[in-house]
């Protein structure tokens, strides 16, 4: 089966051999648009039910595919049909719960409405818990080899899963105290002579802290047995979903093996294997800490590469541009509108999120991806940009002309300085409201794994151009020294909780304009490890102001002092030939809020080159903004409508504009990585660059 599945509706009886169907709306619409899937490949449509059909695209464009039908398929009943009694409704660790309850095969999902569940199901959060339930049941579908979607019902009471219990031909409750293995109940269990065992299991899965003693004695009077989750003591719920997948590897097994089985709770890095002839768990060689991972691919001219970047909220092929979202939201556009217009993760900014709404609040919201119904990747920096931005007043500027100055004590002309560093950390004043907070690098770590961000770095002191040579050595000193006390903190974090999705943390390589300090500090965060686990980074971040002409330089100095199989990313920049250099210098992800912040001040990218649509040529161009651009902008809306939404000071001018310029660069982005992946990148870069500059 081709890994393109989607799932669609079909007609009852299915379209014949040879007949053309359309997949359009969302799920067209991101085929052809994000995964841009074109004539010749070959995909699967399935309606969640185990059926399908698989053709060849014959035809792509902005509202789907058109697909040949070449052959029906009827996905077959497991012989085992597993209900999954499941009480964790909140957060990543329900969601993997469902995942991992998918690719086992589950034929129904009902929440437990649990006394003691993280989240009571009822209400508003019961019907978003199922939303977001049944959305990554599908999710996951396409993901796996499977059509058929779990279904998930709606929340049960303790006293209706007890009924349920009543009605089921067998049933299991996970209970630590339980001395009987579930591998050993399910196998004693099997009908002598029949290799399918009992037709129907339900397993129920206990909340945070285990099922009450008042909840198993309902449970086993209505007829559950109570079982131990292998060998081991069930420390979270989550843990009991993999004595489900092994229920069915308990069926596929030959007799003689039966009884050696053994169900273990996963650790941190396994997930769920993608082969198809097995439904247990496997360890899915990630290469990282916990679901964290890097794997190279293609290799481009200089130090450019293509490459996969693996978190537990999906994965970012690399190179990409990551979509800076400074206080939880890409300004003016909806999360939703990102993801269709192809971006894989986003960043928000520690510092402003520390301020407000503050990182206690989003992690009891399930973290930054959850709080702003964010499902994919996402990166929070260490707060170490607003120390030189608050100290020195240069707002968002970074790459700087400073031909012939230094003064350690620069500050922006009319601005007061409102951050002070020291050996120990940074005390800043609120641009909010004048109050004093303390920035150490514990504090930075504490707050970014309140935050929840999949990727977080190392709190460090960025320099401008302008501060002298000593004083750069004098700050990649304290940013080497800060970077172990990250280290240290967010490993016993970690641990701490333990519960949580891994964050992977990455150095931040210092030394404005000197290769010798750069490479310093490459060699020094390359061979640091933690005190607590002895574990390294799981990457790095460039930073620091870089003198636009020397960008790929001296990303060069880092990518080739950098361990080769940890990814690197540079912080701050969008301009397509700053991308073009940065690529080819060896960056592998690069984020900058410029595409956002030049479309609310109406400037807009094109092919051509960026333009500003007030000016009075659009007043009456009915033309899009770029004739070559794919956006949901440009395919409904002309320059004139642009010009008079600006003109009028139109709020929705600002969210049109953004799609816009975001969908520029993350396509340039995806073709620049197509390239290196074809061998033309050098074409490509002349090719855009030559049109992108021509006018100047």
């Given amino acids: 089966m081709s890994d393109a599945v989607f799932l669609t509706e079909l007609a009852d009886p299915l379209p014949a051999v040879g ?52 052959e029906h398929h009827h996905e077959a009943e497991p012989s085992l049909r597993v209900t999954a009694v499941q009480a964790l409704a909140k957060g990543d660790r329900g969601e993997l719960a469902v995942e991992v309850m998918t690719e086992a095969g589950v034929h129904r999902v009902v929440p437990w409405s649990a006394h003691r569940s993280m989240v009571r199901w009822s209400g508003e959060r019961a019907e978003k818990g199922l939303r977001r339930w049944r959305s990554t049941a599908r999710e996951a579908t396409k993901q796996s080899r499977r059509l058929r979607v779990p279904e998930v019902t709606e929340a049960a009471t303790t006293a209706e899963v007890a009924e349920l219990i009543r009605t089921s031909e067998r049933a299991y409750v996970l209970h630590e105290s339980a001395t009987r293995p579930l591998a050993e109940a399910v196998a004693s269990s099997r009908v002598p002579g029949t290799p399918t065992g009992p037709s129907s299991v339900l397993v129920v899965v206990g909340p945070e802290g285990g099922i009450t003693d008042e909840e ?115 300004k003016a556009v909806l999360p ?77 002309e009319g601005k007061q300085r409102r951050a002070h560093v020291d050996d120990d950390g940074v005390t800043f004043t609120s641009h909010l409201d004048g109050s004093k907070h303390r920035f150490t690098p514990e504090v930075s770590m504490q707050v970014q794994h309140g935050i929840g961000a999949d990727v977080i770095f190392a709190f460090d002191e960025l320099t401008t151009l302008m501060n002298t040579r000593p004083y750069q050595e004098e700050a990649l000193e304290r940013t080497r020294l800060w970077a ?50 002895g574990e390294g980074f799981d990457g790095y ?52 809020v410029s595409p956002s912040r030049v479309a609310r001040n109406a400037a807009l990218y094109t092919r051509d080159g960026r333009f500003n649509v007030t000016t009075a040529a659009n007043r009456d161009d009915l033309g899009p903004i770029d004739p070559e651009c794919d956006c949901y ?64």
Avoid at 20 to 38: F, K, M, P, Q, T
Avoid at 581 to 586: D, I, L, M, Q, Y
């Fill in 19 to 70: 007949a053309s169907v359309e997949l359009d709306g969302d799920e067209g619409r991101h085929a052809a648009v994000v995964r841009r899937i074109g004539p010749g490949e070959v995909v699967v449509l399935g309606d969640g039910v185990g059926r399908a059909v698989r053709g060849t695209v014959t035809a792509s464009s902005k509202r789907g595919l058109t697909i040949q039908v070449e």
């Fill in 216 to 330: 198993l004695a309902e449970f086993t009077a209505a007829g559950a047995e109570p079982v131990l989750l292998g060998s081991t003591v069930l420390r979270t719920s989550t843990a009991g979903v993999v004595a489900i997948a092994q229920l069915q590897a308990l069926v596929a097994a030959p007799a003689a093996e039966r009884s050696t089985l053994e169900v273990h709770e996963p650790a941190q890095d396994e997930q769920v294997g993608d082969d198809p002839a097995s439904d247990d768990l496997a360890s899915d060689d990630l290469g990282g800490e916990g679901g964290f991972g890097f794997t190279v691919g293609h290799r481009g001219p200089g130090l450019a590469r293509t490459g996969v970047i693996r978190t537990p909220h999906g994965e970012i092929g690399t190179p990409a541009f990551i979509a800076v979202g400074t206080k939880a939201t890409v």
């Fill in 336 to 412: 939703e509108t990102m993801t269709e217009l192809g971006a894989q993760a986003v960043l928000a900014n520690a510092y402003h999120l520390y301020l407000q709404p503050g990182h206690e609040r989003i992690d009891r919201a399930g973290g930054l991806g959850q709080f702003m119904n964010w499902p994919g990747p996402t990166f929070t920096d260490s707060g170490g940009f607003q120390v030189m931005s608050l100290g020195a007043g240069f707002k968002k500027v970074l790459a700087m002309d400073t031909t012939g100055l230094a003064d350690d004590d620069v500050i922006a």
């Fill in 484 to 533: 172990q006390r990250c280290l240290d903190e967010h490993q016993r974090l970690t641990l701490e909780r333990e519960t949580k999705p891994y964050q992977a943390l990455f150095g931040v390589i210092q030394g404005a304009q000197y290769e010798d300090l750069r490479t310093k500090a490459c060699a020094d965060l390359s061979a640091m490890r933690g005190t607590v686990t």
């Fill in 541 to 592: 971040g460039i930073g620091g102001a870089i003198e636009k002409e020397r960008l790929g330089e001296i990303v060069g100095w880092c990518s080739a002092a950098l361990p080769e199989d940890r990814p690197r990313h540079l912080l701050g920049i969008s301009e397509p030939d700053d991308l073009f250099a940065a690529v080819a210098a060896g960056a592998d992800t690069f984020d900058c």
């Fill in 633 to 696: 902008t440009c395919a409904h809306y002309s320059r004139s409508y642009l010009h008079h939404l600006f003109k009028a000071k139109e709020i929705i001018a600002n969210t049109l504009a953004t799609i816009h310029n975001e969908r520029f660069i993350v396509r340039l982005v995806d073709q620049i990585r197509d390239s290196l992946a074809n061998g033309d990148f050098a074409a490509l870069r002349d090719d855009v660059l030559g049109r992108y500059y021509a006018a100047r």
